[in-house]
């Protein structure tokens, strides 16, 4: 665990889409990182096709440039492949804190990580019922909320963080064609990040408008998927900065 600071800055992006081709291009960004922040969140889709060429691409990038730690969770490119454990093995490797239901404390900061599900939200939450494909898709989805549940309530830190790739919220949804909204995450995440009173929370996957919002709570949500950072901050490094307190203000 790094020093106890009085303030944590926070940088987090997601769908970076690391390819076999990409080795070079992430080095401005994470230098950038490496003056703004003192941890990077990554909110999935780490790789363009779940491969594990992409991964020790990423990997290079990251031993090579990034001087801060790296808290990240997979997406569903990650998962595309079918060899997700391959990828995380060797993000971790690297020094990543690659995060599947697990918590970690960075400099007074708790981060609970998950990948997250779809299934959509609110009245049109797909519900566990008819067919045993229905059935296992949701479950799927109850299984990552019991996981980011889990980890949030290992951490003991005052700031509370949770990292994830699909979305918890419809609002940050807003902008997509709506008959793809409950493939772009699932309501039931919402309810342990409430229940925790996170602090904030970074997901990735959507890339359309409404890069903020909050939940029913009031809790802060920002979507950092890259190509909504270039889209709604062109003058700005691709990625989200937040100020956090440890110092119990």
């Known amino acids: 665990m790094a020093d106890v ?4 800055r926070l940088a987090a992006v997601g769908d970076i889409h690391a390819t076999k081709s990409s080795q070079g291009t992430m080095q ?3 230098s950038q990182i490496n003056e703004a922040a ?74 609970a990580g998950v990948k997250g599900f779809a299934g959509g939200f609110g009245r049109a939450t797909l519900g ?3 067919e045993a494909a229905v059935k296992g898709f949701v479950q799927e989805a109850i299984e990552e ?23 918890p919220v419809r609002a940050t949804c807003e902008g997509e064609p709506p008959e793809i909204f409950a493939f772009l995450g699932t309501g039931r995440l919402e309810e342990p990040i409430n229940r925790y009173r996170a602090r904030a929370v970074f997901h990735g996957h959507a890339h359309s408008r409404s890069p903020e919002c909050a939940t029913a709570r009031g ?31």
């Open 219 to 249: 809790i802060p949500l920002y979507k950092v998927a890259i190509p909504v950072m270039r889209r709604h901050f062109p003058v700005q490094p691709p990625f989200r900065l937040l100020k956090l307190s440890t110092a119990g203000e």
């Open 38 to 111: 003192d941890v990077l969140l990554l909110c999935g889709d780490l790789t363009d096709y779940g491969l594990p060429e992409e991964a020790q691409v990423l990997a290079r990038e990251i031993t090579t440039a990034l001087k801060v730690p790296c808290v990240a969770v997979l997406g569903n490119h990650d998962f595309e492949s079918g060899r997700q454990g391959e990828v995380r093995d060797i993000l971790c490797d690297a020094g990543v804190h690659v995060l599947d239901g697990e918590a970690v404390e960075i400099g007074g900061v708790g981060f």
């Open 145 to 167: 909320v019991l996981k980011l549940e889990a980890a949030l309530a290992r951490l003991r830190t005052q700031e509370r963080v949770a990292v994830l790739h699909y979305s």
């Open 28 to 30: 401005q960004l994470f």
């Open 128 to 130: 566990a019922w008819g």
């Open 5 to 8: 600071k009085d303030r944590v």
